[in-house]
């Protein structure tokens, strides 16, 4: 069965001094240890272990083969997003590493297909990157799901995103500067319990105040993990909107009457999880998604998905890889 | 089928006087209005519309008659905790609401059950009030899932709920002082988004720390709307647990092991949400709840546990009524 896997992440082989670009105290950069490990660094810190699958297109491939995944689509991380600098700043760091997101796809181009950052903080230069971003080959963009305290729905960020289905360019939104930090210190709280808040608070933001009417059928908006807390908390929100006013004041319709205009990703790690989100958001609202190689991801993508005792072959060929087809309206074979 | 409501508010006929007990410019009171309406006021604001069932104990049996409800367990609402108050203040504020709970169930005792509050950021003074409210025919203590930047893992916490193990106080534990506040004004956000990961990061607080290896078995503690985001995202946190070590370190078992340590309720509002709750916690481990009679309660309450057309007759009178018999150790009959 044709598989897609439509969230997996790379990291460069970004130097020491590289990262200083972004910031000279901080800047994001890769220690390449022994026997194919590194350590994603931040300034003089260590901040995540990874392996060469996130600097190695032929180690990626080999993962690839083994778990049955024809393509990926390789986003940076949102470490890399620089969306707190000066714009001008961002938007070269984002030129550069999309420009080593194409050399890394470029080593497999029918396998490893390059997903843009972009500078979120200024919509003018966000967009002109995303045009650009498109002409040198990029599938989609990866934005994060907030800069500082807009969400999905201020108006510059309606204006991104008008942009981006002008130029039928596919975003994937991925969580990130997660709230409640102070809280969560430790155990990863923050990827487990924030992320999902982040993303759940950013679908809401777009239903809720009504942006999903000011934004085209055709925009192409996709959610990582599953869409966070957002398919399983959905009945609370339409609950919610039928008895508050202040739910319901700028949202004409039933929050869950908009469950067809974005997708989700399949990263929730449960078959419990997944067959919910299947019920939610339907078969064709869900692709593949690993979160690839970090940590947290699908140690063997994609086999979630494929292994679910409850879905037909018809469901399991549109999440596997048709709908990411349609998505970013590529014929991968 | 015997029906008993875990999770349900009251709020006492406040006057705004009694209100300045606890907070001399913002104290909660209840401003009765026309028709059997009413507005929670926080000093001069508007907090929530309610109605008589708040403060009428013949309103309630009425509703309850009206949906098969047998026995409500009557507790406050956050709103009336005083966490951040000078203990003292807090506890006799407690004690005055916990009196109130009791004369509101003394109207119809074999239907309503109250359940206290403490002053949870004074750990002595909450366990001598479980001890007196234990006396005074309470059925149970609600707490807040944390005390500032205190989650239910800090020593403190983890000493009160000792307690309450030792004097077999059954424990509700309800979301409030919500988390990201600064980014979800408007659309009821903090109680859509931050309050499910809120009541999240409690559970996670007790596993992940290690505190349920510090709790007595005979711990009886329920979290408050099936436990928030928490069944869902247990697949997520299983996956962080197995792959990374600062998940792990202080939790010897994987995360999903612990579901037999703790209740949930059933407040999740719609039928896949409650399916997958199910799925997860099992038939045991869930009481019907309905944070009834607030906006963002089940207005119809029970009908979509007694509805449910995936469960049997077995798991339906488990949920509805017989978990609640032994977690409060009462034959409510």
């Known amino acids: 069965m044709f598989t897609v896997d439509i969230h997996s992440h790379f990291f460069p082989k970004l130097s020491r001094s590289q990262g200083k670009l972004l910031d000279s105290n901080h800047g994001p950069w890769l220690e390449i240890r022994k026997n194919g490990k590194g350590m994603i660094m931040t300034g003089a810190s260590e901040f995540r272990p990874v392996y060469d699958a996130c600097w190695n297109a032929e180690r990626r491939i080999e993962e690839m083969d083994r778990c049955g995944v024809d393509v990926q689509v390789v986003c940076a991380t949102p470490l890399l997003f620089g969306y707190s600098k000066p714009p001008k700043i961002a938007h070269d760091w984002a030129e550069m590493i999309n420009d080593m997101a194409v050399d890394l796809c470029s080593e497999n181009s029918s396998r490893l297909k390059p997903m843009a950052q972009v500078p979120l ?39 991104f995103l008008q942009h ?26 923050k990827w487990l319990v924030a992320m999902p808040a982040e993303t759940q608070l950013s679908i809401l933001s777009l239903i809720l105040s009504g942006a999903f009417e000011q934004l085209p059928m055709n925009l192409k908006i996709c959610f990582a993990h599953g869409g966070g807390s957002f398919a399983y908390l959905l009945g609370r929100v339409d609950n919610a909107w039928e008895h508050r006013d202040i739910v319901r004041k700028d949202c004409p319709n039933v929050p869950s009457s908009y469950i067809d205009r974005f997708y989700v990703d399949s990263a929730v790690f449960s078959l419990e999880a997944l067959r919910l989100l299947t019920d939610v958001m339907g078969d064709r609202r869900i692709m593949l998604g690993t979160d690839y190689p970090f940590p947290l991801g699908e140690k063997e993508m994609s086999s979630l998905l494929r292994s679910h005792p409850e879905f037909n072959e018809s469901q399991k060929l549109r999440m596997l890889g048709l709908n990411a087809s349609e998505f970013f309206s590529i014929d991968f074979h």
Chains 1, 2 share one sequence.
């Open 121 to 159: 903080q200024d919509v003018d230069l966000a967009s002109r990157l995303v045009t650009k971003a498109k002409a040198d080959g990029h599938v989609g963009v990866q934005i994060g799901n907030h800069v500082g305290d807009h969400d999905l729905d201020h108006p510059h960020l309606i204006e």
């Open 164 to 189: 981006c289905a002008r130029e039928d360019m596919p975003i994937l939104v991925h969580p990130w500067d997660m709230l409640g930090n102070e809280r969560m210190n430790g155990y990863m709280l």
